[in-house]
Nanobody
Framework: QLQASGGGLVQAGGSLRLSCRAS????????LTWYRQAPGKTRDSVAT??????TSYADSVKGRFTISGDNANTVYLQMQNLKPEDTAVYYC??????????????WGQGTLVTVSS
């Protein structure tokens, strides 16, 4: 299971770090994506990290957001220079291998990020 945390209220220009933690140990992460969904809008991908360490970002967050992992069971989304349009519920979605070799694919619960102007 996945647990997302780190959301909150921040002023424009501020920073937050979101965490997505897998409960228990995992063998490896195949891919993990942070999504966000603003009220009345679709859930869109924001940042993705692959097992080889490669990353990709939505154009709207390039240069401001960074996805990284701790080589254990947690992936972070460092968000800097936040803008009011970044306000959304953020979700993590992961595909990883358990120590048993079985594959887990699932969503974490959302964490709300609110950026005030």
């Amino acid at each position: 299971q996945l647990q997302a945390s780190g959301g909150g209220l921040v002023q424009a220009g501020g920073s937050l770090r979101l965490s997505c933690r897998a409960s228990g140990s995992i063998r490896s992460i195949n891919v993990l994506t942070w999504y966000r969904q603003a009220p009345g809008k679709t859930r869109d991908s924001v940042a993705t990290m692959h097992s080889d360490g490669s990353t990709s970002y939505a154009d709207s967050v390039k240069g401001r957001f960074t996805i990284s992992g701790d080589n254990a069971n947690t992936v972070y989304l460092q968000m800097q220079n936040l803008k009011p349009e970044d306000t959304a519920v953020y979700y993590c979605h992961a595909d990883f291998l358990m120590p048993s070799g079985s594959r887990y694919i699932g969503w974490g619960q959302g964490t709300l990020v609110t950026v005030s102007s």
